[in-house]
């Protein structure tokens, strides 16, 4: 089974300019996190869907970054427009969801999308 | 406010010298607490959930213990291909459903033949 799929692995823009990023889960998964991880640090929380629902986007700047799940399948993470700080490794990560037994709250990520802003 | 901290940052091991990581938290209310393992270039790959304290997970050379306000990732004779960036993380009871998660900031290992 294919797991969390993300594109493009790796984009370099001047500062300013709009990047886009997609995120398709593993199949089945109603929850589907976006994080950001600096270098050396652990991932940070950006926005958690519950199906197409938003739930928690408090740690999303949401002047300039926005994202939607449209289907509560495939997810889209922008920002607009891209500071140097921005500069990071985009994660998104998927997970069951729900709060049956099955749920173990195990998070499946992806490879990541590395965003370098000049 | 839920806190995740991990030691060392980095550590460096010959093979087969043993070796603890730490995680030390402040949640309220634990739910789960996990570790992951993260190589250069990936995401996070899950290793371990711990629900309870005096609870232990083990996976080939990994042992994974909890207590009330720490974890410990126990690694037995370490080889080089389990160099990697080892991250915690704890899931809160209640808030936002329980499905959010606080990551600490990893221990780097590097395991040298």
């Known amino acids: 089974e294919a797991g969390v799929v993300q594109s493009p692995r790796y984009k370099i823009i001047e500062k300013k300019q709009p990047v886009a990023f997609w995120c398709n889960p593993i199949s089945g998964h109603n929850t589907l996190y976006w994080y950001l991880q600096n270098l050396g640090q652990g991932p940070e929380l950006l926005i958690r869907y519950e199906n197409e629902e938003a739930v928690d986007d408090s740690q999303l700047p949401k002047d300039r970054f926005s994202a939607e799940r449209l289907k509560g399948v495939d997810s889209t993470l922008k920002i607009q427009p891209a500071e140097l700080g921005d500069s990071a490794v985009y994660l998104c990560a998927s997970s069951l969801g729900g709060r049956g037994p099955a749920n173990t709250g195990e998070l499946f990520f992806g490879e990541g999308s590395r965003l370098t802003v000049l | 406010e839920d806190q995740v901290t991990q030691s060392p940052e980095a550590l460096r091991l010959q093979e087969g010298e043993s070796s603890s990581l730490n995680c030390s938290y402040t949640?309220?209310?634990?739910?789960?607490l996990f570790w992951y393992r993260q190589d250069p270039g990936k995401g996070p790959e899950f290793l371990f959930t711990l629900y309870s304290a005096g609870e232990e997970k083990e996976k080939e050379r990994l042992k994974a213990t909890l207590t009330k306000k720490e974890s410990f990732l126990h690694i037995t004779a370490p080889k080089p291909e389990d160099s990697a960036t080892y991250l915690c993380a704890v899931q809160a009871r209640g808030r936002s459903g329980g499905q959010n998660f606080v990551f600490g900031p990893g221990t780097r290992l590097s395991v040298l033949p």
């Open positions: 949640v309220s209310g634990l739910r789960g």
